[in-house]
Antibody
Framework: QVQLVQSGAEVKKPGASVKVSCKAS????????ISWVRQATGQGLEWMGW????????AYAQKFQGRVTMTRDSSKSTVYMELRSLRSEDTAVYYC????????????WGQGTLVTVPS | SYEVTQPPSVSVSPGQTASIACSGD??????VCWYQQKPGQSPVLVIH???KRPSGIPERFSGSNSGNTATLTISGTQAMDEADYYC?????????FGGGTKLTVL
């Protein structure tokens, strides 16, 4: 069965960086895009970007340009999302999700990783 | 940047039909998908490519998209359908979510 398992919760100081991992299993890793979405407590979903694990191509939301990097390690079937220069407003649950089809929908989601940046 | 808008809340009685709108400029020219999210859980895809239901999603969930508005319709709404619903569209290789609609089943 398809699974996306994310790394555990993190607490970071303002100005630091965080790197969240997303390990895929149950399907061919290079065949599906991975998107990253975050959600602050009590707020809506916010799309951060996506990566094609086969080519390594990425696209980032304008809001995160210059502050986020998505990478992959195909030998580990794992995608990484690094967010730099953290501030308190980055406190959120970060999700990875697998692309469903060419329309851009995502079907399988990770369990989420809480990143806390105390103010 | 492209934006899509949803009403913050919709209420429906059990067994009735709930409709949740998602509005954006020429939204009908883009594919829209819908997600359901219950408290403390990851979102679940309920509609993709405007009208298609993924495997395992009940038939009472349907979608449409035309003009400037996409609509998620839940027929014969059940108490278990109470959740937040988000629409998503794509613009130039980037995605955008609506702000979400809290569906209350009274």
């Amino acid at each position: 069965q398809v699974q996306l398992v994310q790394s555990g919760a993190e607490v970071k100081k303002p100005g630091a960086s965080v790197k969240v991992s997303c390990k895929a299993s149950g399907y061919t890793f290079t065949s599906y895009d991975i998107s990253w979405v975050r959600q602050a407590t009590g707020q809506g979903l916010e799309w951060m970007g996506w990566m094609n694990p086969n080519s390594g191509n990425t696209a980032y939301a304008q809001k995160f340009q210059g502050r986020v990097t998505m990478t992959r390690d195909s030998s580990k079937s794992t995608v990484y999302m690094e967010l730099r220069s953290l501030r308190s407003e980055d406190t959120a649950v970060y999700y990875c999700a697998r692309g469903h089809d060419s329309s851009g929908a995502v079907d399988y989601w990770g369990q989420g990783t809480l990143v806390t940046v105390p103010s | 940047s492209y934006e899509v808008t949803q009403p913050p809340s919709v209420s429906v009685s059990p067994g009735q039909t709930a409709s949740i709108a998602c509005s954006g400029d020429k939204l009908g020219d883009r594919y829209v998908c819908w997600y359901q999210q219950k408290p403390g859980q990851s979102p679940v895809l309920v509609i993709h490519q405007d009208t298609k239901r993924p495997s395992g999603i009940p038939e009472r969930f349907s979608g449409s998209n035309s003009g400037n508005t996409a609509t998620l319709t839940i027929s014969g709404t059940q108490a278990m359908d109470e959740a937040d619903y988000y629409c998503q569209a794509w613009d130039s290789s980037t995605a955008v979510f609506g702000g979400g609609t809290k569906l209350t089943v009274l």
